[in-house]
């Protein structure tokens, strides 16, 4: 009761970090399903990897351009992040359905290579590990208003072309020969896919952003009937897992990313025990 | 003579690298061709490369009157189980290259997709879900998504594998009834020579292995010796009431 009250006593202090929590977490479970029925869980793992050597490139060439001109680039990192995470989803639509090696591969590299470019930006300079790696309590009011771009960019192309999507994916060939341009469509999907990662990753961190897309979506295709049904469902479970898994890391004071991955991993085991 | 709908000019089909030697193929409206050949003998390449799928290695594939529209049946396995989507969505999917963005089907769609539906006779099977329908009733529904799209060319790959006899039997027995009725233009690919020269009025044998395209009219492909040397053994084919009975020797060599 008291962790109750003192919660909602200081609703100011969580608000923009639940806002931003919830957008991404109501995107992250649409588009988890996607990924889900396209059999490629682990590539929004890899987009969000990639989309980082993005952020340290913009790092280092600002610390470049600071040194030589003594004034700053300001360039925002998250415009590298997107280039970086667009760029992979070309390299995954490219790489086709059978593309685990290439999941893994991009996965690997581009973390080696944060690492590496990490040690080349001035630690003193700019807190870079929370913008690459981002902090679900500590979120910025402008943050709202960058995620909010990215849900929105993503619910405009979803609505111009999700039909398309949906015959590219469920049936690539057929839909080919229907003379629908389904490389292209991979591509769209994958690159909404990449951007709302990579700006979710940086606003609440790689852990629930990673969470929201695979463990909803997985839950929902479990008890959803319809595609329509499974899309809200994934959707609806991940803004709860969002909301839930805040209140328990403020009540308990546990680290809230984990606590909200774990909110959606208990959405995901009690949905075995429902039949669809 | 019914109009040309396509040529393959001297076309070599492969994925970047050859699979045979070039060839010449030339589709007209109203043809029924079934290609035959063994596993992996590049039956489905071919098709691709005709569907626009997969670019020919050389050569030229030529539609005189514009590209006409495909309705592609694929092999039902190859589709994932996992989309909770039910037969009349799948059906749907034959409109959706009609849809501008931002549009959803129109009630002529989906009038479009249950007559199709009907026309398999699924009428009863619109609302279950494709996942749960029996194999025959998958390809049915594929059938009719096809259809649905209104198509110029009908393409069917290997639309009875896996099938017990009466499904089979199904399966042939309504495109030989709808090549009756409609006239259209239906490509098929096949294992058993049997089934597909019971439909087929023209047939291709191709087999990349021993670098083989032979096609032409169903009559002369049937050939007691042509048979035979596709097959290397005694091959007979014979015409009883409309179907072709074929029979292979036992291989008393092998």
Not at chain 1, 135 to 164: D, K, M, P, S, W
Not at chain 1, 215 to 244: K, N, Y
Not at chain 2, 10 to 28: A, K, Q, S, W
């Amino acid at each position: 009761m008291g962790e109750s009250v003192s919660f909602w006593q200081n609703w100011f202090v969580w608000r923009d970090a639940m806002i931003v929590s919830v957008l991404c977490a109501a995107a992250l479970g649409y588009l988890g399903v996607w990924g889900a029925l396209r059999k490629v869980v682990f590539v929004p793992l890899a987009l969000s990897q990639v989309s980082s050597v993005g952020v340290v490139l913009v790092f280092l060439v600002s610390d470049l351009v600071e040194k030589r001109t003594g004034t700053p680039l300001g360039l925002d990192p998250v415009w590298g992040s997107l280039l970086f995470a667009v760029l992979a989803s070309l390299y995954f639509a490219k790489a086709g359905r059978e593309s685990q090696e290439a999941t893994a591969v991009a996965y690997l590299i581009s973390a080696a290579a944060t690492l590496i470019l990490m040690g080349f930006v001035r630690a003193d300079l700019h807190d870079l590990s929370s913008v690459l790696f981002g902090n679900a309590v500590l979120v910025e009011t402008a943050q709202i208003a960058v995620v909010g771009a990215a849900v929105l960019f993503v619910a405009l192309v979803h609505g111009l072309f999700y039909r398309r999507f949906l015959f590219a994916s469920y049936d690539p060939d057929s839909a080919g020969a229907a003379g629908i341009r389904v490389f292209r469509h991979d591509a769209l999907l994958l690159a909404t896919m990449a951007i709302l990662i990579s700006v979710a990753t940086r606003a609440i961190g790689a852990l629930p952003a990673f969470g929201f897309t695979v463990l909803p979506a997985l839950a929902s295709l479990r008890i959803g009937r319809t595609l329509g049904q499974t899309f809200f469902l994934a959707s609806a479970l991940a803004v709860l897992s969002a909301g839930l898994g805040y209140y328990a890391s403020f009540a308990l004071e546990l680290p809230t990313g984990a606590c909200m991955t774990a909110v959606a991993a208990l959405f995901f085991i009690a949905s075995h025990a429902v039949r669809r | 003579m019914p109009e040309t709908m396509m040529t393959l000019s001297d076309v070599t089909i492969g994925y970047r690298r050859p699979l045979m030697r070039p060839f010449t193929l030339e589709i007209r409206r109203g043809e029924v061709w079934g290609f035959v050949g063994p596993n992996g003998a590049g039956k489905t390449t071919l098709v691709k490369t005709i569907l626009g799928l997969v670019p020919p290695v050389s050569g030229a594939l030529v539609f005189p009157n514009g590209r006409p529209r495909f309705g592609y049946v694929p092999q039902r396995h190859m589709l994932n189980p996992a989309y909770p989507l039910t037969a009349l969505d799948v059906t749907l999917m034959g409109r959706y290259d009609r849809l501008g963005p931002g549009r959803v089907p129109t009630e002529q769609d989906r009038r479009r997709a249950r007559e199709e539906l009907g026309r398999v006779g699924l009428s009863d099977a619109v609302s279950k879900r494709y996942a749960l329908l029996s194999g025959g009733q998958q390809q049915k529904t594929l059938m009719a998504r096809a259809l649905a799209s209104d198509p110029d060319v009908l393409v069917l790959d290997e639309p009875t594998t896996g099938m017990d006899l009466p499904g089979e039997s199904d399966i042939l027995s309504f495109l030989k009834r709808l090549h009756e009725e409609t006239r259209i233009t239906i490509l098929m690919i096949g294992h058993h020579l049997d089934s597909v020269a019971g439909v087929a009025d023209h047939l291709g044998f191709i087999n990349k292995d021993e670098d083989r395209f032979e096609a032409g009219p169903a009559e002369s492909m049937l050939d007691d010796g042509r048979l035979s040397t596709l097959y290397g053994r005694r091959v007979t084919a014979k015409k009883h009431d409309a179907c072709w009975l074929i029979r292979a020797e036992e291989d008393r060599h092998g």
